[in-house]
């Protein structure tokens, strides 16, 4: 029970600073805030769920023509998922908990759009040229080969 504390006592916390951002600010700013990140958060839920139902359908024709295919429960899509939920609801601490996970996100974003870039610009190795000597495993190079031991009787 005292685990759950937090998370029961977080929506009193979060309408503590609402009005404590009211008396500070005035109420129609933080009314103006409060309306601006709900339908801002509606509208990343509304595109995610469509972003979300066309991977899980492409996964589904993946999988049925044997290809393989991403988890659907990690990667950018899912957390663009929770940042929508989070600034859905009013508050400053999920919102502040939203931004940091969208910036995670766009950091897998941002990493999803530079891979395939850079598999494809590999640079080839260089040529062996005809001055280079390829020494077979076992055989030590001319420089620091032994010397025969030389016994003078």
């Given at each position: 029970m005292i685990r759950l504390l937090p998370i029961l006592a977080l929506p009193f916390i979060e309408l503590w600073l609402l009005i404590e951002l009211g008396v500070a600010l005035g109420a129609a700013p933080v009314l103006l805030y409060v309306l601006a990140t709900a339908a801002v958060g509606m509208w990343l839920l509304r595109r995610q769920a469509l972003s979300l139902t066309a991977l899980a359908e492409r996964a589904r024709d993946d999988l049925g023509a044997g290809r393989p295919t991403r988890p659907l429960i990690l990667g950018p899509h899912a957390l663009w998922a929770v940042v929508a939920i989070l600034i859905?609801?009013?508050?400053?601490i999920s919102d502040g908990a939203a931004l940091g996970l969208a910036i995670v996100a766009?950091?897998?974003?941002a990493q999803d759009r530079e891979r395939p870039r850079a598999r494809t610009h590999r640079a080839a190795p260089p040529p062996l040229s005809s001055d280079v000597e390829i020494i077979p495993p076992g055989r030590i190079p001319s420089p620091f080969r032994r010397r025969p031991t030389i016994i003078d009787v």
């Open positions: 859905a609801f009013p508050g400053v766009w950091r897998h974003r």
